[in-house]
């Protein structure tokens, strides 16, 4: 309460430096998408880039329309929704498109599901009361992670990738491997209560 404006400043330093990150991190990818674009129109198929042109309309009309127009560009606190931050996300999303192949996307695949299948089967140990730790809970379980909202993230992104990469796979192991860690990450995710994830 006697220094405001350094608590203040120390509560928005984070959010502040992970944009920063994603804003240098995109700026450094959009320089290989320049360098690289006849490449990246060979590989983008007519919906894809139809979406991305309803997705890029949707975000500046949205951030048009909303006042303030800081807060609508920036985000709130330089986090949330903001139109740059959206931006940043797009130029990272045709990066992957353009630098991943299949065996990065299964060495990735791979090691995601490993994570959450620790992830969680702690969270498996919350929703049973077996947890040896007793936490203080924010409304619903935190699987490793410390918060049921930055749980409910995990755990959804998680259960839509699998899914993704499970109707995406032809082999039987592959699929029930991917479905498995779907229903275990939809199990947890709904036990976190973290409504923004599960929506």
């Known amino acids: 309460t006697r220094y405001p404006l350094v608590t203040g400043v120390q509560t928005c330093a984070l959010p502040i430096s992970k944009f920063i990150i994603l804003f240098i991190g995109s700026a450094y990818f959009l320089v290989d998408l320049i360098i690289n674009r006849k490449v990246l129109n060979q590989i983008l198929s007519k919906n894809l880039r ?16 909303t006042n303030p127009k800081y807060i609508a560009f920036f985000g709130d606190n330089f986090r949330k929704n903001g139109l740059l931050t959206y931006a940043c996300f797009l130029i990272i999303f045709l990066f992957m498109i353009l630098k991943f192949n299949d065996g990065q996307i299964d060495s990735f ?7 959450n299948i620790i992830n969680s089967g702690y969270g498996l140990l919350q929703i049973f009361n077996l947890d040896p730790i007793n936490w203080t809970k924010s409304g619903g379980i935190i699987g490793t992670l410390g918060n049921s909202n930055f749980a409910g993230v995990v755990y959804a992104f998680t259960a839509i990738y699998s899914l993704g990469y499970a109707l995406a796979k032809n082999k039987l192991k592959i699929q029930i491997f991917s479905f498995l860690n779907f229903f275990i990450a939809l199990a947890c995710l709904v036990k976190t209560n973290a409504r923004q994830s599960i929506i």
């Open 50 to 65: 139809l979406f991305m042109f309803i997705f890029g309309i949707s975000m500046i009309l949205s951030g048009y329309l």
């Open 109 to 115: 695949s791979t090691s995601l599901f490993v994570i």
